[in-house]
T-cell receptor
């Protein structure tokens, strides 16, 4: 079964509104979660790294005021797309890692992704 | 930015044939991984090869790693229509804290 749950799987929102996507680790405490964005037929682009209890670290070119990331607990991180525009329409994927699971060679787990369509 | 480049970008083969995908990366990475993604879905981890390994097998999958050339390959033997998906290599960068992906190969296996 899934170890990382992402919700909603699909969302349509009106231009100018905000939408929140949740990422939950189900069977473990995830000290670090990652948010990716993927356009059709393209690869995953890392947007930000989210550490529990601290501010997210954003990749170059990602607007932190537009893509608000909150990692309030060890099992939940949220991505809020503020003042959404049609060009924000994309597939957003989160992933979560164990505390010891980064470069030590352990795998990280991905959510099923969320399709955002801004109309 | 993409850490790795994969080729081919797209590959179409007949069922039963072998599929080989290559990944070349720019900077040193730790523990290269391969993932599979069905269209519009999340990622499935396939295999991890550590920096001190040269080859690894898992079922019909064979992965090689050449750290001197900064490249890796994924071979799927005796392909099936169900193998149709996108395949990505990925490695940890940024001091081991970030998993970044290659450009991906779209594999289509036809009956």
């Amino acid at each position: 079964g899934a170890v990382v749950s992402q919700h909603p799987s699909r969302v349509i929102c009106k231009s100018g509104t905000s939408v929140k996507i949740e990422c939950r680790s189900l069977d473990f405490q995830a000290t670090t979660m990652f948010w990716y964005r993927q356009f059709p037929k393209q690869s995953l682009m890392l947007m930000a790294t989210s550490n529990e209890g601290s501010k997210a670290t954003y990749e170059q070119g990602v607007e932190k005021d537009k893509f608000l990331i909150n990692h309030a607990s060890l099992t939940l991180s949220t991505l809020t797309v503020t003042s959404a525009h049609p060009e924000d329409s994309s597939f957003y994927i989160c992933s979560a890692s164990f505390k010891q699971g980064l470069a030590s060679g352990n795998t990280i787990y991905f959510g099923e992704g969320s399709w955002l369509t801004v109309v | 930015s993409q850490q790795g480049e994969e080729d081919p970008q797209a590959l179409s083969i007949q069922e039963g044939e072998n599929a080989t995908m290559n990944c070349s990366y720019k900077t040193s990475i730790n523990n290269l991984q391969w993932y599979r993604q069905n269209s519009g879905r999340g990622l499935v981890h396939l295999i991890l090869i550590r920096s001190n390994e040269r080859e690894k097998h898992s079922g019909r999958l064979r992965v090689t790693l050449d750290t001197s050339k900064k490249s890796s390959s994924l071979l799927i033997t005796a392909s099936r229509a169900a193998d149709t998906a996108s395949y990505f290599c990925a490695g940890f960068t940024g001091g081991g804290n970030k998993l970044t992906f290659g450009t991906g190969t779209q594999l289509k296996v036809e009956l």
